[in-house]
């Protein structure tokens, strides 16, 4: 049997920006990082992982017309759009849509602690819901060992799904449409992806398939599964 087709991104190859206020790993091509290798996967062309200083605040101009969706993993952060403000915790994510040259502030409320999250960016030309309709809620120790359906609506033309597990447990993740593509995102642990050994912050693009097996290779292991159009 053919494997699927994919690509693999290692967390140790990705693009690291770096200074006192921030910490930045990014797996595609990305302001001054640039790799031929490290090219955007259709229309997803912004998959960063970012720590913020205590008190601290950058900026994110918008390349392109797109939805930029902000997954926290420790910490919540503060995000300001436009003179509208964002507050995003742990089990919730947050999209905006920004139109190409808008501008973010993004800040971490703490006084005394480092915020990390996931920042990620899909081109577009259609946004069909406001800023506020595009906050989701999830709670990983209510659904643990499954894929959680964070974000599916047909006004978006992506899904986010999001999961914990245990050591050994295998899931199924079954696309919308065999035309589209998928990509993978491992938060925290080990998972066994379409036959690939994947670790944290390891991402994994898969294109022409149907289906895709995912087993947890430790125990509380992380994944986030983007399906895009």
Not at 69 to 79: A, E, M, Q, R, V
Not at 114 to 119: E, G, H, R, S
Not at 159 to 186: M, Q, W
Request: net charge negative.
């Amino acid at each position: 049997m053919s494997p699927t087709p994919g690509k693999i991104f290692l967390a140790d190859q990705r693009g690291l920006t770096e200074s006192n206020t921030l910490r930045r790993y990014s797996t595609f091509n990305f302001e001054k990082y640039n790799d031929e290798h490290r090219a955007p996967s259709g229309t997803l062309f912004v998959c960063n992982d970012e720590s913020i200083a205590a008190g601290k605040l950058i900026f994110f101009l918008s390349k392109e017309d797109s939805y930029q969706i902000f997954f926290p993993i420790t910490g919540g952060l503060d995000i300001v759009q436009g003179g509208k403000e964002f507050a995003v915790d742990t089990g919730q994510v947050q999209i905006l849509n920004l139109g190409k040259g808008e501008v973010l502030e993004i800040s971490n409320p703490y006084p005394n602690d480092v915020i990390n999250y996931i920042q990620i960016g899909l081109t577009t030309d259609l946004f069909l819901l406001r800023a506020s309709e595009m906050l989701f809620k999830f709670d990983f120790d209510q659904n643990k060992n499954q894929l959680i359906e964070i974000v599916s609506t047909p006004k978006l033309s992506f899904k986010l799904s999001a999961g914990i597990f245990d050591g050994r447990v295998e899931t199924t993740y079954t696309l919308n449409n065999p035309d589209h593509k998928l990509f993978c995102l491992v938060i925290d642990g080990a998972f066994e992806i379409e036959g690939r050994l994947m670790h944290a912050r390891d991402g994994l693009a898969l294109w022409d398939v149907k289906k895709v097996e995912l087993e947890a290779l430790s125990n509380n292991a992380i994944v986030l599964v983007l399906e895009h159009f």
